[in-house]
T-cell receptor, first 111, second 117 residues
Framework: QQPVQSPQAVILREGEDAVINCSSS?????VHWYRQKHGEAPVFLMI?????EQKGHEKISASFNEKKQQSSLYLTASQLSYSGTYFC????????????FGTGTRLLVSP | NAGVTQTPKFQVLKTGQSMTLQCAQD?????MYWYRQDPGMGLRLIYY?????TTDKGEVPNGYNVSRLNKREFSLRLESAAPSQTSVYFC????WGIGRIPFNEQFFGPGTRLTVL
């Protein structure tokens, strides 16, 4: 079952902050975040594991609450280049090979 | 390094026609994946190959078949195309992780935009 992302879309001015949430109904082992610019392929941002480890982007941070099966992506001091659609992907405690993606959050950063 | 390449970039088919989408990666990755992306639906996994010689169904496998030809190549076949298969198709690859990360990040190809009339 696909994780649910919120909000579906957000518009920011350059320099503002945003939070994108990802929620699953299943127990999770890890959460992955990707960004896709219009007409391009998704690009990896970060991985968060249960237990607190993470691997990824320098300027974007995220959290993972494994008890609530939720993750949040924090975009601070947004730049024009942050515009795109953000997807979370989740891995369950079984079936590690499958990454199930959410429906995406569209972010538009304007000058 | 070309990364992940896909051919063709665009394709228009008539209902009932067949075709094969090709994917190749030059990063020596073990795992490869096929996704479809439809407006408002995000990325949905069609089939994946965790390692050379294995393939498994994803969330939406009906109407598709796959072949892991070798470690580099993973093809997706539509035997009898239907309008519901109009979509953008992405191939991705990743490597096995180390320690507590079972699979590393996925690298995506540029996509194939398929229209079925």
């Amino acid at each position: 079952q696909q994780p649910v992302q919120s909000p579906q879309a957000v518009i920011l001015r350059e320099g503002e902050d945003a939070v994108i949430n990802c929620s699953s109904s299943k127990a999770l082992y890890s959460v992955h975040w990707y960004r896709q610019k219009h007409g391009e392929a998704p690009v990896f941002l970060m991985i968060l594991l249960k237990g607190g480890e993470q691997k990824g982007h320098e300027k974007i941070s995220a959290s993972f609450n494994e008890k609530k099966q939720q993750s949040s992506l924090y975009l601070t001091a947004s730049q024009l280049s942050y515009s795109g659609t953000y997807f979370c992907g989740t891995r369950g405690n079984t079936g590690f090979q499958k990454l199930v993606f959410g429906t995406g959050t569209r972010l538009l950063v304007s000058p | 390094n070309a990364g992940v390449t896909q051919t063709p970039k665009f394709q228009v088919l008539k209902t009932g026609q067949s075709m094969t989408l090709q994917c190749a990666q030059d990063m020596n990755h073990n795992s490869m994946y096929w996704y479809r992306q439809d407006p408002g639906m995000g990325l949905r996994l069609i089939y994946y190959s965790a390692s050379e010689g294995t393939t498994d169904k994803g969330e939406v496998p009906n109407g598709y078949n796959v072949s892991r030809l070798n470690k580099r190549e993973f093809s997706l076949r539509l035997e009898s195309a239907a309008p519901s298969q109009t979509s953008v198709y992405f191939c991705a690859s990743s490597n096995w992780g180390i320690g507590r990360i079972p699979f590393n990040e996925q690298f995506f190809g540029p996509g194939t935009r398929l229209t079925v009339l």
